[in-house]
């Protein structure tokens, strides 16, 4: 079993940053897929960004590519998700989520952009741009 736990998030402002980190424990996520999904209210959840099992390449929702970057620490079993430029748009609850599965990497950008193919989940942390 895998827990993870996301923190990091808070309010900031439009044209913010922050940094979100998702400690894991249980296992090591050295050889996992890891992902980033987000849910505003009132909508359903959505990819963001994910690093894939071997530690690249990173894949982005079209929303977020320029601005959001993902990188891994396997030495401290976490992921991050540094986010720039915010905007009210950015607005969730964010949530990493880790892959076991090893997709090859013509298959790997559509594997991980979908929620399913997940196996374990944070909690979630949320996220506020608001002025």
């Known amino acids: 079993q895998v827990q993870l736990v996301e923190s990091g998030g808070g309010l900031v402002q439009p044209g913010g940053s922050l940094t979100l980190s998702c400690a894991a424990s249980?296992?090591?996520?050295?050889?996992?897929?890891l992902g980033w999904f987000r849910q505003a209210p009132g909508k359903e959840r959505e990819f963001v960004a994910a690093l894939m099992w071997r530690g690249s390449p990173s894949y982005y929702a079209d929303s977020v590519k320029g601005r959001f970057t993902t990188s891994r620490d396997n030495a401290k079993n976490a992921v991050y998700l540094q986010m720039n430029n915010l905007n009210p748009e950015d607005t969730a609850v964010y949530y990493c989520?880790?892959?076991?599965?090893?997709?090859?990497?013509?298959?790997?950008?559509?594997?991980?952009?979908?929620?399913?193919?997940?196996?374990?989940w944070g909690q979630g942390t949320q996220v506020t741009v608001s002025s």
């Open positions: 989520a880790a892959d076991a599965a090893h997709p090859i990497t013509s298959s790997a950008s559509e594997h991980y952009r979908n929620e399913q193919n997940y196996d374990y």
């Open positions: 249980g296992r090591s996520v050295r050889t996992y897929g």
